[in-house]
């Protein structure tokens, strides 16, 4: 199992610009997360999903887009960058709720000019 | 609404003494407790968590944790720390009833073992 993708590794945008971040996971899990690192403020859920065809809104989801068409994948669009969304960023998967342990990928780095 | 605060922004040890990281939280039920590690340029990995039952939780890599009620805490605790333990560590709550993908996580704190 390749566990949780995402694509691009790193990324630079200018202001306006739009882009989706990639995340897709090979466990068959139900769950789904994008947070956003950045430092001194820990991880903040943007996005999450409970299976396919189902969103809901995170902490900080303002400027961020996502769908869950499949199982595999969510991906999360930024409409129109903002040099605010200048952060690293994590796709995150679990199996269920009684799963606690989630899984992560390896993030994208993405810079905003 | 529920919270985590990691009091130390950085913890330094000398390899081979005993190591804790601290964290408290703020749940409005019962507790879900996680402690995450994240090495440089890498994701999150999962280190143990606390869902219910022993108060001492072991973990991956030595690694255990002690679930305390009255103190709401749940601080992260090594017998003997080796320099391939530097890293940043986060703690991690959501309320029994809240979903796995809601998780509150806190700011980390940088453990670093020296020589």
Not at chain 1, 37 to 66: C, F, K, W
Request: charged share 15%.
């Amino acid at each position: 199992n390749a566990g949780v993708t995402q694509t691009p590794k790193f990324q630079v945008l200018k202001t306006g610009q739009s882009m989706t971040l990639q995340c897709a996971q090979d466990m068959n899990h139900e769950y789904m997360s994008w947070y956003r690192q950045d430092p001194g403020m820990g991880l903040r859920l943007i996005h999450y999903s409970v299976g396919a065809g189902i969103t809901d809104q995170g902490e900080v989801p303002n400027g961020y887009n996502v769908s869950r068409s499949t199982t595999e994948d969510f991906p999360l669009r930024l409409l129109s960058a903002a040099p605010s969304q200048t952060s690293v960023y994590f796709c995150a998967s679990s199996y269920s709720a009684e799963q606690e342990t989630q899984y992560f990928g390896p993030g994208t780095r993405l810079l905003v000019l | 609404a529920q919270s985590v605060a990691q009091p130390e922004d950085q913890v330094n040890v000398a390899e081979g003494n005993p190591l804790t990281v601290k964290c408290t939280y703020s749940v409005s039920g019962n507790p879900y407790l996680f402690w995450y590690v994240q090495y440089p340029n890498r994701g999150l990995q999962f280190l143990l968590k606390y869902i219910t039952g022993d108060n001492l939780v072991k973990g991956s890599y030595g690694f255990e944790a002690e679930f305390n009620k009255s103190q709401t805490s749940f601080h992260l605790k090594k017998p003997s720390a080796l320099v391939s333990d530097s890293a940043l560590y986060f703690c991690a709550v959501r309320d029994a009833t809240g979903t796995a993908s809601k998780l509150t996580f806190g700011t980390g704190t940088r453990l670093q073992v020296t020589l």
